[in-house]
């Protein structure tokens, strides 16, 4: 209530507009504003960066089998390079040729759909030129981790495909902060990488998943 009391001058209408006049407006209304200022301004402190996300979201979004269109702002898939998915903020940035879009999930209706809309069609491209590289033997790096035909390397040490058993991906929670890892089990060991730091992770998941699976 307080938060709607002081953002509704803003023009931000988290409750009506009405009801929250009549409120103010009652006998206890300015009492419980007062009471509650303080931990409000703290609230909307604390998560200013996602408010001032919210005001400055595009009023429409769509996706095709093109790209994806924000407003004025269009982006061909064929044109991205990198997708860095950010579980814990829900946030996926897609860099392409002319910059980078921070694609913030949680601001539209559906963020599962749309997060899977948008996976399906930069993944299937950035996969394709991923399987040429390897094919002409150049190495593709993933962030920590570096591909090639012979296997995956970390940190100069070659995983070969023999070595590699599994790859998934694991939620984690850490002291309140939710985060998600890319697990690789190899010569029985399970590695575990910060999906945020691993470039392109959903598309090295894919191609290692199909790799694995023969």
């Not at 790209?67 to 996926?92: K, N, Y």
């Not at 399987?131 to 970390?154: C, E, M, T, W, Y």
């Not at 697990?183 to 399970?190: L, T």
């Amino acid at each position: 209530m307080e938060a709607a009391a002081l953002l509704d001058p803003l023009g931000v209408p988290l409750l009506p507009h009405r009801w929250v006049q009549d409120v103010l407006q009652s006998g206890f209304g300015f009492s419980l504003l007062l009471a509650g200022i303080p931990s409000c301004i703290w609230i909307l402190g604390w998560r200013a960066n996602d408010l001032f996300a919210w005001l400055m979201a595009p009023h429409t979004l769509t996706v095709d089998d093109e790209g994806l269109r924000a407003d004025a702002t269009r982006i061909r898939w064929r044109d991205v390079r990198e997708i860095v998915e950010q579980s814990s903020d829900d946030h996926v940035l897609l860099r392409h040729t002319g910059g980078t879009l921070k694609l913030r999930l949680y601001l539209w209706s559906d963020p599962d759909a749309l997060h899977e809309a948008v996976l399906e069609q930069v993944v299937s491209r950035l996969l394709e030129r991923v399987n040429h590289q390897v094919s002409a033997g150049k190495p593709v790096r993933f962030g920590p981790l570096v591909l090639s035909d012979a296997g995956l390397i970390h940190r100069k040490k070659l995983w070969r495909w023999d070595d590699i058993e599994s790859i998934r991906l694991q939620d984690e929670v850490d002291q309140g902060h939710a985060s998600r890892e890319l697990v690789i089990v190899a010569q029985g060991r399970p590695r575990k990488f910060d999906e945020a730091k691993v470039i392109n992770a959903p598309v090295l998941l894919a191609y290692l998943s199909g790799r694995l699976a023969g």
